[in-house]
């Protein structure tokens, strides 16, 4: 499959916040309050970047860095650095090529591409267009548990005959959050955008409800996943299956009890639960509750290479991006999502030289230990 057409990137893009205020210009309200808005009063998306911002860097000099490299282990495989782009729905609102443009600019960059289920491309057309690029990172499926499990497990085989290497089975939104940014601009999806791979299978109608029940709980929720549905997944595939939108301790563990392939800390992008903790305030009490268990990926309000460093400081073995990639996908397709992958991984490097540290094993010394402290000793 050809790659798609490339668009030019536009003049004085030189950070990631630059790439924000270009694609608000491009987008439209109604993908801009889907893409950029959060939950309720947005308190969590805000404090998502606010926990990376407090966090600071302390430098170390004259020290040896001749031969240093981004390299990290993950999942069996050795990535060329510990960037991932985050799944995110109907891409095609951002640009005409959508997925595939996103997946061609994570393989050329050598990132890894999770996929969301509610992807506006076919999972099969995404796999094909990246599985023979020998640079690319991993390729992996986010799964939402359906209530019909014959969908579920369809998508799982579907996941494993394209090539993908993971699942990636996201658990923090049962239920949308009450995103009020999203409908006071009247969110709808334009004509030809839909989930594609959910196509032709409409959602079982709730059950009939009894005086007194709720419409929620005895509804939508009737059959909203458990930890018996995450061991019945484990069951369905020969996929190493991680765990997203991990905050708690006690899950943690559970989860590392099931011998997961991965957690991801993740408040969902401030999208589900307003005034939950930031997702870098709650990392380094996920990698304490799993002590080296399993690996730990975090996500939310990364928009710098330092971001990246102190997550690796805080104990994460990766990081992934989510909304950075679609302000690029608006405003150069292909382009501007590699530009986006381009810039952190630039910035990556030029924090871990300014800090002395060569490789990112040597990252833990890099945080000046009191602030680090602060950023959750609240909690």
């Known amino acids: 499959m050809s790659s798609p057409a490339a668009r030019p990137l536009p003049p004085g893009l030189v950070s990631l916040a630059d790439h924000e205020a270009h694609a608000r210009r491009v987008l439209d309200d109604n993908a801009w309050a889907y893409f950029s808005g959060g939950a309720a009063d947005e308190l969590t998306l805000r404090a998502n970047r606010g926990a990376w911002d407090r966090l600071e860097l302390l430098p170390r000099v004259l020290r040896p860095l001749a031969g240093g490299h981004t390299r990290v282990p993950l ?33 050329a960059l050598g990132a890894g591409l999770v996929l969301s289920t509610q992807a506006s491309t076919r999972l099969e057309d995404v796999a094909q267009a990246v599985l023979g690029d020998p640079g690319r990172g991993p390729l992996w499926f986010q799964l939402y548990l359906q ?44 004509p030809g955008i839909q989930a594609v791979n959910l196509a032709g299978r409409p959602a079982a109608p709730p059950p009939p409800l009894q005086p007194g029940q709720s419409a929620l709980f005895d509804g939508l929720l009737a059959h909203a996943p458990t ?46 639960l307003d005034t939950t903790p930031a997702s870098a305030a709650r990392l380094p009490r996920i990698a304490e509750a799993v002590a080296g268990q399993l690996p730990v990926l975090v996500d939310g309000g990364i928009r710098r290479g330092t971001d990246v460093l102190k997550a690796m400081a805080l104990g994460a073995s990766a990081v992934l991006v989510g909304r950075p990639a679609i302000w690029g996908l608006a405003n150069a397709g292909a382009m501007g999502v590699a530009h986006v992958l381009r810039l952190l991984r630039d910035e ?26 602060t950023i959750y000793s609240h909690l």
């Open 227 to 272: 930890w018996e549905d995450l061991a019945w997944l484990q069951a369905q595939t020969r996929l190493p299956v991680l765990l997203k939108g991990v905050l708690h301790e006690d899950d943690a563990r559970q989860a590392a009890s099931l011998q997961l392939a991965g957690l991801i800390v993740s408040n969902h992008g401030g999208r589900t």
């Open 75 to 107: 999942l069996g495989r050795t990535l060329a650095h510990p960037i991932l782009l985050a799944p995110v729905a109907y891409q095609r609102m951002a640009h005409p090529d959508g997925e595939l443009a996103t997946a061609h600019a994570a393989a």
């Open 348 to 373: 990556l490097e030029i924090a871990m030289a300014l800090c002395g540290c060569r490789t990112l094993d040597q990252a833990h010394g890099t945080l000046h230990s009191r602030f680090a402290n």
């Open 147 to 190: 209530p019909d499990r014959g969908l579920t497990r369809e998508l799982v085989r579907r996941a494993e005959q394209a090539g993908y290497e993971a699942l990636v089975l996201t658990v923090d939104a049962p239920v949308h959050g009450a995103r009020d940014r999203e409908r006071r601009a009247g969110f709808r999806l334009p």
